[in-house]
């Protein structure tokens, strides 16, 4: 049987080639495989960068579920930073989506997004530290607890 740790570590691994699958298929079925292989290398370590952190997340989420009974608030911080992280990456070549768009008349958001790929890179990688720092801060906390429950509990015995 997995340790806690190993199962966390297989999770946040899934987490993370889960979003760069994303991106490779939705810019894939947008603009085809050749400009996602070019947007992806010209772009890397944005992309990478989302990917890992993502999944650094989601197993401390995953080790901290595992560690705790509830984890309700922690499965916001992870599902907001994955949404962003998720955004930024597939906004990179979100001005592509311009081809098809206009027929429904969103091509001005489209624009946008595309002259802002690098500040929105920016801001996922932002979430993702924040996620990571948030879901960390909670680990240590909730280990600081349960140690002061052992050693009260073995000071009383």
């Not at 947007?39 to 990478?48: G, N, P, S, T």
């Not at 992280?85 to 311009?98: E, Q």
Request: charged residues 10%; positive net charge; contains cysteine.
């Amino acid at each position: 049987m997995l340790s806690i740790i190993a199962h966390a570590i297989i999770k946040g691994m899934a987490g993370a080639v889960a979003l760069l699958a994303i991106f490779f298929v939705v810019i894939s079925l947008i603009s085809g495989w050749t400009f996602t292989v070019n947007q992806f290398f010209a772009y890397w370590y944005f992309i990478v960068g989302l990917a890992v952190g993502f999944g650094i997340q989601v197993g401390l989420y995953s080790y901290f579920k595992q560690a705790v009974v509830d984890g309700r608030a922690q499965k916001t911080t992870v599902a907001i930073s994955g949404a962003t992280s998720a955004i930024a990456m597939v906004s990179c070549c979100a001005h592509y989506f311009a081809n098809i768009l206009p027929i429904i008349g969103v091509a001005g958001v489209v624009s946008i997004i595309g002259q802002y790929q690098i500040e929105l890179f920016w801001f996922g990688l932002l979430f993702n530290v924040a996620g990571i720092v948030y879901i960390a801060r909670k680990i240590v906390i909730f280990r600081k607890e349960s140690l002061l429950l052992i050693s009260g509990s073995i000071i009383k015995n």
